[in-house]
């Protein structure tokens, strides 16, 4: 990072300007990544990063947290792959602001001569560090003391009341696909439905990576990762704990699930230990679902429908006080069949976006919501798919949470965790510096980026054709575009 007690002062750095008194004039790509950093510092994650124990055997630097920072400021940069870090290395600037010395800069980190492992007449264009170093060094960092780092900063975001948490919440998983030889990779079968109900079964190896998402704000607040074959049902009470840890009790009213996370005890404990309300989908070889389902039959008139925006209605009945799920209780059914389990309410849907759902193709939603009215159950798991359009998509097409390192040996297993850990980390740390920066430039009066709710969005629009310049002098720094800084020097930019 920059030396302590450096921050943006934009008429301090126009005044130096004009004078002809700068210390340092570099072009970045990136506007942003000044504040980013100091959002960073400002919520503990950089000292926090600090004090996690690193391998010994893969530590190479005393101030290790700047190859974990540096990974978070490639993913805002919109640097895909650590291989890919080329410009942000050779950037002097960029280098300064995420803590590396001058002497580092333009000496490197080692005294170690040019000929190495790529050859001598090999020559990099960063003088501190290749690129395949950034990933071997994050390979030090424990994935466990990541997550750590993170739940810290979901806490810091709530007790600052920086984001305002909802009560609603989505648990949901993603699989992190590889190829069977990737290490520590393991194989899952996993079952895809299509629009018609169609179930085909495909096995894939990878890593699987949970998520607990706030609906209000689209903030991840509680993550986990493990290897693909676990199973989500064994991770339900589990992944509802760490998220109450980090948002505070009383907090999570409602838990939105997919079926993959029914499991009638952890369920029964969610909501009598845990007090939180849930909506899951019932499975179709289940009991409680057979029985729902064959009330269908004189339910016409109390089936409901609702305009569900662009792709149709859907509508379906609820069936109050269902007890055939026998594991919903204090003392599970275990192996008795048809053993009755505490009341649940169930809605059966029988139209799913204006197409009408045959006999044996309903869906069921199981819930222990206080309501009468199927509409609400309904448009209340509608919300689940934020998850995948404004979570896992962001994650993976914004954040790069698929592009695992390309890498071999014993390391690429644990570059694999800290690159997945710390793609979740910068996502969600995207999100509080949006609202962090929104306030700081309101309070400086400055002109924010407004409407930029997704960190592609914001790429784009906080860039420009012009190109950008970081500009330092004494205790101070500012962004502009290259245009400006030529303007107040007198000098035609473009000609």
Not at 149 to 169: D, M, P, Q, S
């Amino acid at each position: 990072m920059l030396p302590k007690g450096v921050r943006e002062d934009r008429k301090k750095i126009d005044e130096a300007i004009r004078n002809r008194k700068i210390s340092m004039v570099v072009g970045i790509n990136f506007p942003a990544l000044p504040r980013y950093i100091t959002f960073l510092e400002n919520v503990g994650i950089v000292d926090n990063l600090a004090e996690k124990p690193v391998s010994k055997q893969r530590k190479c630097y005393e101030h290790m947290e700047v190859f974990p920072l540096l990974y978070l400021c490639k993913t805002m940069s919109g640097v895909e792959s650590g291989r890919g870090t080329r410009e942000m290395l050779s950037n002097k600037a960029a280098m300064a602001m995420i803590g590396f010395t001058q002497d580092e800069i333009e000496n490197g980190l080692t005294k170690r001569g040019k000929s190495n492992q790529y050859g001598k007449d090999f020559t990099r264009q960063s003088q501190v560090v290749c690129e395949p170093t950034i990933i071997d060094n994050i390979a030090a960092y424990s994935h466990i003391d990541i997550i750590d780092v993170f739940n810290n900063y979901i806490r810091w975001i709530v007790t600052k009341r920086l984001l305002e948490i909802g009560n609603v919440f989505i648990l949901d998983s993603t699989i992190i696909e590889t190829t069977d030889e990737y290490p520590g990779a393991k194989r899952i079968s996993r079952e895809e439905e299509d629009e018609n109900g169609n179930i085909t079964v495909k096995s894939v190896y990878g890593f699987k990576v949970f998520v607990l998402m706030d609906v209000k704000t689209k903030i991840p607040v509680a993550m986990e990762i493990v290897t693909a074959e676990k199973a989500d049902c064994n991770y339900l009470t589990a992944m509802l704990e760490k998220g109450i840890a980090n948002v505070g009790e009383g907090k999570i009213k409602l838990l939105l699930a997919d079926r993959g996370f029914i499991d009638g005890k952890q369920m029964w404990d969610i909501k009598n230990r845990l007090g939180v309300d849930f909506i899951i989908p019932a499975r179709k070889h289940m009991d409680i679902w057979k029985d729902v389902t064959s009330l269908r039959q004189g339910q016409d008139e109390n089936i409901v429908m609702w305009d569900y925006g662009k792709k149709g209605q859907s509508g379906g009945y609820l069936v109050e006080g269902a007890v055939s799920y026998g594991q919903f209780a204090k003392t599970p059914a275990g192996t008795k069949k048809h053993a009755n389990g505490d009341p649940l309410t169930a809605v059966v849907v029988t139209h799913w976006r204006d197409k009408p759902l045959g006999i044996g193709k309903e869906k069921v939603l199981l819930t222990t919501l206080a309501t009468k009215d199927a509409l609400v159950v309904m448009k209340n798991y509608k919300l689940r798919s934020l998850i995948e359009n404004c979570g896992f998509r962001e994650m993976k097409q914004a954040a790069y949470l698929s592009r695992l390192p390309q890498i071999k040996g014993d390391q690429a297993e644990f570059s694999a965790y800290a690159h997945m850990s710390l793609c979740v980390l910068s996502f969600a740390t995207f999100i509080g510096f949006l609202e962090w920066d929104s306030e700081r430039a309101k309070a400086a009066k400055e002109k924010h980026l407004e409407n930029c709710q997704n960190l592609r969005g914001y790429r784009t629009k906080s860039k420009s054709n012009n190109g950008y310049a970081f500009v330092y002098f004494r205790d101070a720094y500012a962004i502009y575009e290259l245009a400006e800084v030529f303007g107040m020097l007198g000098v035609a930019f473009g000609d």
